[in-house]
């Protein structure tokens, strides 16, 4: 069977969105793990309210138009526009914690498409996000919005559930459930992300802040006892 451009395209989203590869996904729990170590998430009915409201609020308002605008921009090689884009995802990061688990898959993304050899702007920037980056790589390979921001969600997604069957624990029927319930609302997500503007662009989810902002306390505590 002959590969087509299509199929090409596929295959490095797949691979771009990976969640076992080091670049792959959102490899951070993202508040999650403090939440069932306070008991706030306990059972699979917590973990799908907790991801749901997270990719509603949070990925379908920040994440993916950022993503949109970003591909747009680096489809016109329009540089400035792309910085101004990685200071609006990056100023959106609630805490340190989440900041950095954005801009360290960033700079993994990064490395990965300069051995590609594939075009990276933000030579001199020291934060990069790895949704900026995501979108350079999406635009290169001639993915489309839809497509691109499929995967990326999708791989969120299941590193979250992956994270829950771990930390609650959940079994693997459970786990699977859940990403079937879960399914359909990353079409919402994708579907509300095109409609909104940069004006438009922000989350407020005061649960998931506190999470990680306590999880990197509890743990710069431990680093230094």
Known sequence: MDITTTDHGLLR????????????????????????DRGWVTKQAHVLDWTQLQLLQSLARVDLPVLRLAMAAWAERDEAR???????VLACRETKELRLNDTAMGEALARLLRSLEIETPFVRLEDISFVVLFAIAATHWQIEFDTAALGFSWSWLE?????????????QTQAQLLLGELQPVLSDAITLAKTLEEDDVGAGLPAVAIASCLHETQYSRLFRS
């Open 82 to 88: 792309l910085v101004e884009l990685n200071d609006l």
């Open 13 to 36: 989203l797949l691979q771009l969105s990976s969640v076992s590869l080091p670049v792959g996904g959102y490899a951070f729990s993202q508040g999650m793990e403090y939440a069932i």
């Open 159 to 171: 590193n979250q559930i992956a994270a829950a069957t771990k930390l609650v624990p959940l079994g």
